[in-house]
Each structure stands twice: as C-alpha cells, then as structure tokens.
C-alpha cells in the first residue's frame, strides 16, 4: 500500500512536457516574430531523460541505484 512503480512518475513527466511544450512554441514564435529580443531564450528545448535499471542485481553497495544512468 502506497507503492508505485515507474508508471507514475513517468506519466507525470509525460504530462509536463504537453503542458510545457505549447509555451516554448509560442515562446519562440514571439522571437521569430521579434515580439522578444532574449536570444539567450531562443535555443532553449525540452528534453526527458528517462534512465532504466536502478535496481541492484546483487548485494548492495555504496554505488547502487546509478545502473541506469552510468
């Protein structure tokens, strides 16, 4: 009880980036249209990582949990 899997936490970053997306693309309308002048904004993407196999495969040490994203 109160367990979760990667199901969730994946969803909820799913959600993020529809919500996230439509913003930078009117984001860089205004500066393609010069309705902004903050190039420095202008190269900013939105990127996911999703890392896989945290989980130790046999005893645990100090560097468990980093399987996935070595």
Known sequence: MG???????CAMMLDL???L????????RRLLDR???NEDLADTTLQ????DGEE???GRTASDFLYGSR
């Open 56 to 58: 130790s495969f046999e």
């Open 35 to 37: 309705q902004e002048e």
């Open 21 to 28: 997306n439509p913003l930078l693309d009117d984001r860089e």
């Open 17 to 19: 980036a529809e919500v």
């Open 3 to 9: 367990a979760t899997d990667s199901a969730a936490p």
């Open 48 to 51: 996911l990582v999703f890392f």
